[in-house]
C-alpha cells in the first residue's frame, strides 16, 4: 500500500487479556521497527526486523511482549496478560534496508488496559 | 550511552514570530540526524535527514541544521498550521543492540502557534 498500516486504531481491554496488533508496511521496505509511545514519554524502541528475523529485541519490555513478521510483510506484536502499565500507543515503522533512511510510521494503536 | 535531549519542552508562539527548536545528542558514530512532526492521533512525519556536521536543509518556513554536538529546527514566520510536535532522533553509527538502523528518540518539543 501507500503508507504504513496498523490495526486496530483503537484497543481497550480487560487486565490480564492478551492482545495482537498488526502492521502492514509500505511494499518492499524490508526494514520494520515497534515503537512504543506513552504520554509525555519519548518513542521507545521494542524490536526491529530485518525480512522475517528479529536481530534486536533489545527493548521488548518483558518475556509477555513478543513479535513475528511473515513473508518479509506483515508483523504481529503480542501482549500477553496484559497490565495497566502497558497501555501506551504502539507504533510501527518501516523503511529501507541500511542506514540513513528516513522512517515511515503508521498512525498507531492505542491500547488501553483496564 | 547515546541520548537525545530536546529543548523546549513547549513552545508558544504568536503567528509570524520566528524561534529556534534544539536538539542535542551525545552518540557513538553518527550516521544521520532525522527530524519529524507528529500531529495529535497520528505517527510521526519525516521531515529531514541531516548526514554532517555544517549540512542544512529546508522545507516551506522549516529549516534544520547540524553540528557536531546539537541541530536546531529553525521555524520562520510560523502560522498556527506549523502547530505540532517535532521530534528529533539519531542513528548510531556503531550497531545499536544489534540493529543497524534503530533510531533514538528525544521527547519532543510541543509547539502552538497562535494567530
Known amino acids: 500500500g501507500a503508507g504504513v498500516s496498523q490495526s486496530p486504531s483503537n484497543k481497550v481491554t480487560e487486565k490480564g487479556k492478551d492482545v495482537e496488533l498488526r502492521c502492514d508496511p509500505i511494499s518492499g521496505h524490508t526494514a520494520l521497527y515497534w515503537y512504543r509511545q506513552s504520554l509525555g514519554q519519548g518513542l521507545e524502541f521494542l524490536i526491529y526486523f530485518q525480512g522475517n528475523s528479529a536481530p534486536d529485541k533489545s527493548g521488548l519490555p518483558s518475556d509477555r511482549f513478543s513479535a513475528e513478521r511473515t513473508g518479509g510483510s506483515v508483523s504481529t506484536l503480542t501482549i500477553q496478560r496484559t497490565q495497566q502499565e502497558d497501555s501506551a500507543v504502539y507504533l510501527c515503522?518501516?523503511?529501507?534496508?541500511?542506514?540513513?533512511?528516513?522512517?515511515?510510521f503508521g498512525s498507531g494503536t492505542r491500547l488501553t488496559v483496564v | 550511552e547515546d541520548q537525545v535531549t530536546q529543548s523546549p519542552e513547549a513552545l508558544r508562539l504568536q503567528e509570524g514570530e520566528s524561534s529556534s527548536l534544539n536538539c542535542s545528542y551525545t552518540v557513538s558514530g553518527l550516521r544521520g540526524l532525522f527530524w519529524y512532526r507528529q500531529d495529535p492521533g497520528k505517527g510521526p512525519e519525516f521531515l529531514f535527514t541531516l548526514y554532517s556536521a555544517g549540512e542544512e536543509k529546508e522545507k516551506e518556513r522549516l529549516k534544520a541544521t547540524l553540528t557536531k554536538k546539537e541541530s536546531f529546527l529553525h521555524i520562520t514566520a510560523p502560522k498556527p498550521e506549523d502547530s505540532a510536535t517535532y521530534l528529533c532522533a539519531v542513528q548510531a553509527g556503531m550497531n545499536y543492540g544489534g540493529s543497524q538502523g534503530n533510531l533514538i528518540f528525544g521527547k519532543g518539543t510541543k509547539l502552538s502557534v497562535k494567530p
Open positions: 515503522a518501516s523503511s529501507k534496508p541500511g542506514t540513513g533512511y528516513g522512517y515511515t
